[in-house]
């Protein structure tokens, strides 16, 4: 038993360190990149990157879930053709979409958007056609998991963060490309891992797999993507629309502010994953007392992180922009609340799912988006970029009220659910 308590604490270990050493190295070189970018870049870069959780789960398309969901289900030969399979759709299908989305977003941008400042192209291509390439890199690294293999986890997640943080350094310090640099350096470093993938996979991709069985895949995955893609409203809504101000150096100013506060989900994150067995185990077991203590300790260990970094804040942004950028301080203080209010949401949406009401995700992010579709122009008109600042705040308690009045609702209710004399 102490001998799997030690594999188990060294995996956890080295996942949070994969994702942990590349957000160390971003912020070691966010002076850099600060002194290189003009808060016109920053808005550049903001706007278009607000997209990717929009049209990101649809090109993904939530394939590698459905490799996860059945790699335990499978013997290794079915195994191995139900992976060449989500490979090859991966590269082709997701590519395909992302075709149509490129030409959706510059229809709307080019022809709709009378009012729109911002240049549309190459940035627009750039973020869009860097989605796509990350499709096998997310399989490489859930094969990895399945086959509890922390340690190449590790190496290939950060071999990949650190390939990013060199290109945008090449490309923004040393060429002094301001967005195109930060943007052509995402798809670069997208590029490279796909391509060695591709040398890796090219015997898989050999498999011929009759189109028929990609059909259950698209079933299984398409109300997880649309759910996916609604959780926009979360976040990149609100980036989304604060363009519409037109005031593009206050924008900028915005984005990096909010890029910033957005760096405490890492910590959010990993705290959420600690604790989730723990959650999910007390809603199996009825012991709602110990539930209810693991919530109130996540929460406090979130918010306890946040208010160090409101009252460091504006020292944390002074050091990450070298002082070009203390004006977002403000911003960066309000959007690292959003870590303490989605960990909420995540906490209601997670008992949903283990009380085998996972449709409730689905319903909650589309009365969620109605809800902040409207509220938005009228928050944003009102409190302009503070106002969309909270909004990130705002909206997951939206969605964390919505679920509750949803879980309320009688309608299969599962008789566990019930009171019962647990710890």
Not at 27 to 46: F, H, K, R
Not at 115 to 143: C, H, K, R, S
Not at 233 to 248: A, C, K, P, R, V
Not at 278 to 292: G, M, N, T
Request: hydrophobic share 55%.
């Amino acid at each position: 038993m102490n001998s799997k308590l030690l594999s188990y604490g060294k995996n956890l270990s080295i996942y949070f360190g994969a994702s942990l050493i590349p957000m160390a190295l971003n912020l070691i070189t966010n002076p850099l990149i600060a002194m290189n970018m003009s808060p016109e870049d920053y808005a550049i870069v903001g706007y278009y990157t607000s997209y990717s959780s929009l049209i990101g789960p649809i090109i993904v398309f939530y394939l590698v879930h459905y490799y996860i969901k059945e790699y335990f289900r499978r013997d290794e030969n079915s195994r191995l053709q139900l992976k060449a399979m989500i490979a090859k759709a991966l590269i082709f299908f997701s590519s395909a979409i992302s075709v149509v989305c490129f030409g959706i977003l510059f229809i709307y941008l080019a022809a709709i958007r009378k009012d729109f400042n911002l240049p549309i192209l190459p940035y627009l291509a750039l973020m869009v056609f860097a989605l796509p390439l990350t499709g096998l890199l997310a399989l490489e690294q859930a094969q990895f998991r399945m086959d509890r293999q922390a340690t190449a986890y590790f190496k290939l997640t950060v071999a990949n963060g650190a390939l990013a943080v060199v290109l945008s350094l090449v490309f923004v310090v040393l060429l002094k490309w301001g967005a195109l640099g930060k943007l052509l350096g995402i798809l670069v470093c997208n590029l490279i891992i796909f391509f060695i993938l591709v040398a890796k996979y090219w015997d898989l991709l050999k498999f011929k797999i009759p189109i028929k069985q990609f059909f259950p895949v698209l079933s299984f995955c398409l109300p997880l993507a649309l759910s996916a893609t609604l959780g926009y409203f979360n976040q990149g809504f609100s980036t989304t629309y604060l363009e519409s101000l037109n005031m593009t150096t206050q924008y900028g100013i915005y984005v990096v502010g909010m890029t910033i506060g957005l760096y405490l989900t890492t910590f959010s994150t990993a705290i959420n994953n600690t604790f989730q067995p723990d959650l999910y185990e007390s809603i199996a077991k009825r012991w709602w007392k110990r539930y209810i203590k693991v919530c109130a300790l996540q929460i406090s260990l979130i918010s306890a992180i946040a208010i160090i970094f409101i009252i460091a804040a504006p020292y944390i942004i002074g050091v990450l922009t070298a002082n070009r950028y203390v004006q977002s301080t403000p911003y960066a203080q309000i959007v690292s609340l959003a870590s303490v209010s989605s960990s909420i949401y995540y906490i209601i949406n997670n008992f949903s799912i283990a009380t085998d009401r996972p449709k409730l995700y689905l319903y909650t992010t589309i009365i969620g988006s109605a809800i902040i579709i409207l509220a938005m122009p009228l928050v944003v008109n009102k409190f302009h970029f503070i106002g969309g600042a909270w909004m990130i705040v705002i909206s997951y308690i939206i969605f964390a009220i919505i679920n509750c009045i949803l879980l309320l609702i009688p309608i299969n209710k599962k008789p566990w659910l019930k009171k019962s004399n647990a710890l």
